[in-house]
């Protein structure tokens, strides 16, 4: 047997979030209800060559306050970004590391979801390595580059001890993430865990690369906040993004024991292949909804039991139209009269966190009692006719949420989270 413990139930119990609109839980959840867009002008590199001039960065982030000058040479963007997400998921959690014995250490593992992880920095390496000057290259530019080093750094930072994976499965990556660290609480082999997501794909490479496939829009260059239109009419492409959403996950009991204030247990898990293309979905739509529809066996819910849905919508004509087709084929007669949001609409798309980011988004819902607003849609596609919330932020009670992802290589994931 893999495990010596029954199926144990697993609850978050902190979070930590550091966005385009907002550095923090409540800065994020405030500017998410308020309606706010994070996408602008990119200012990090010199994009007057490039037909897309905008994306959605995080801003007025204290960089030296998670590293200092000297480490933070030698290790991409995202590993400030993860670390100061996880240290406010501890926190919030009140979890002190550094008061925990070597076996409590032992008991905390790290899985975090990534896309793109160290290819920005790869990227600026091989600059320095090729067109100089190498000295201003990191000694540390193998390790650093792969994906694993991310959730590396975090252990290492908190002297944690458990399992440290990284799960890179394209936009899907840290929706499994997520999965796969409450599966390991629910077997037994860990107690707690720090799971979450990670990106920062804003690189001149790495722009290049996305506007080959042209799957970014360039239409409301002038208009940054305009860009990111999911199910809208105009809507003409993905706006990307960065950002990290990091949580902490425990066993129900233990964190009861601790008197932990409990944000939501995490109840079901679904994960399917289109097996049809490397970008592309198939427009049935019939795997993106089995991933739906097998997480919502796996939490025992039916259609008209679900109260919110957080939507992939990633603001591509293909994408949002089968997704939306999907839902149908999910919720049935439920579809048109369950609220559903895409919070890509405010923070474009930060590649493998965007499952991290829809989570908070829906337990912003569970937690405020406001849903937050699909913005710029105005004038809906006429083949996306659900319930959006458009624009506004809209006041429910919402017990069990649906988060949904769709990625490149034909993946789809979907969670359920359920109040507790």
């Known amino acids: 047997m893999f495990s010596k413990f029954p199926p144990r139930r ?35 590199f010199d994009v007057s060559n490039s037909p897309v001039k905008i994306a959605a960065q995080v801003q007025d982030f204290d960089w030296e306050a998670q590293l200092n000058p000297k480490d933070r040479k030698h290790v991409p963007r995202t590993v400030p970004l993860a ?16 008061e925990l014995t070597l076996e409590q250490r032992r008991s905390i593992g790290v899985v975090l979801g990534t896309g793109g992880g160290g290819l920005a920095f790869t990227e600026q390496q091989y600059s320095y390595w090729f067109n100089g000057p190498v000295n201003k290259a990191s000694v540390y530019t193998i390790p650093s580059s792969t994906h694993g080093g991310l959730s590396s750094e975090l252990s290492m930072a908190f002297g944690l001890r458990g399992l440290s994976h990284i799960v890179s499965t394209g936009c899907t990556s840290s929706t499994d993430a997520i999965a ?54 105009d809507r003409s492409g993905i706006v990307l993004g960065e950002g990290a959403w990091i949580y902490v996950l425990e066993e129900l009991e233990q964190a009861k024991e601790r008197g932990a204030k409990v944000y939501a247990e995490i109840t079901g898990y679904g ?76 923070i474009g798309h930060p590649q493998g966190a965007s ?63 359920e109040k507790v």
Not at 28 to 43: C, H, M, P, T, Y
Not at 93 to 98: M, S
Not at 215 to 222: A, G, I, P, Q
Not at 293 to 304: N, T
């Open 180 to 233: 796969y660290a409450a599966q390991h609480i629910a077997l037994g082999r860990q107690d707690t865990m720090l799971a979450g997501g990670v990106d920062a794909p804003i690189a001149p490479g790495i722009l290049a690369g996305f506007n080959l496939m042209t799957v970014l829009t360039n239409d409301f260059n002038d208009e940054p906040h305009r860009a990111s239109r999911p199910f809208s009419r």
């Open 10 to 44: 697993v609850v978050i119990t902190g979070m930590g979030c550091v966005t385009p609109i907002g550095i923090g839980r409540d800065a994020f959840w405030n500017a998410l209800i308020k309606g706010e867009s994070g996408v602008r002008q990119i200012d990090t």
């Open 271 to 346: 994960a399917t292949c289109d097996a049809y293309h490397r970008v592309r979905l198939e427009e049935s739509g019939d795997e993106p909804a089995r991933a739906m529809k097998l997480a919502l066996a796996d939490a025992g819910r039916a259609p008209g039991e679900v109260d919110y849905v957080n939507l992939h919508g990633t603001s591509t004509v293909l994408n949002d139209r089968i997704e939306t087709s999907a839902l149908k084929l999910v919720l049935n007669g439920q579809a048109i009269k369950t609220p559903m949001s895409a919070t890509k609409s405010q």
């Open 83 to 98: 670390l100061a997400a996880a240290r406010e998921a501890l926190n919030d959690a009140n979890l002190q590391t550094e």
């Open 355 to 417: 499952g991290a980011a829809g989570l908070s988004a829906a337990l912003c819902a569970m937690h405020t009692g406001i849903i937050p607003p699909t913005i710029n849609l105005d004038e809906p596609d006429p083949e996306c006719d659900l319930d959006y919330v458009a624009n506004e932020s809209r006041k429910a009670d919402v017990r069990v949420a649906l988060c949904n992802c769709i990625g490149f290589g034909s993946k789809n994931s979907a969670l359920v989270v």
